[in-house]
């Protein structure tokens, strides 16, 4: 598991798409991914959450759709023992979720328009 690479529904980059043409992004390229999960929640809210987390991605996000929810995850520990974020935020479909790019709110998504 440590050398997989996951498949995010939404991935946020820095830089132009030609950049990407012959490569992956690099961890510190990525300014968001975002998971979409239904039956894979705990796999997101775990495993894929440890790996995000060791590679230092800054922000994650999981639209969690059996709670109608969005999970922000920010402040990530790097490579630990035990890889994950320091700080969680909840977005309840009643809500607005900032979108933070490189520390700087770029937008506000109504949770409610983001889930099916």
């Given at each position: ?59 994650y ?28 935020i ?11 790019l ?15």
């Amino acid at each position: 598991m440590s050398d997989s690479e996951p498949e995010p529904a939404v991935l946020v980059v820095k830089g132009k798409r030609r950049d990407f043409i012959q490569r992956h992004p690099m961890p510190e390229e990525v300014a968001l991914i975002v998971e979409v999960a239904d039956s894979t929640i705990n796999q997101d809210q775990n495993w894929e959450k440890r790996i995000y987390a060791r590679a230092g991605i800054q922000v994650y996000w999981i639209v969690n759709l059996p709670e109608r929810q969005i999970e922000v995850y920010t402040q990530p520990s790097g490579p630990t023992a035990h890889p994950t974020y320091h700080h969680m935020i909840t977005y309840r479909e009643s809500d607005t979720v900032p979108v933070v790019l490189d520390g700087e709110e770029v937008a506000a998504l109504p949770v409610h328009e983001l889930l099916p």
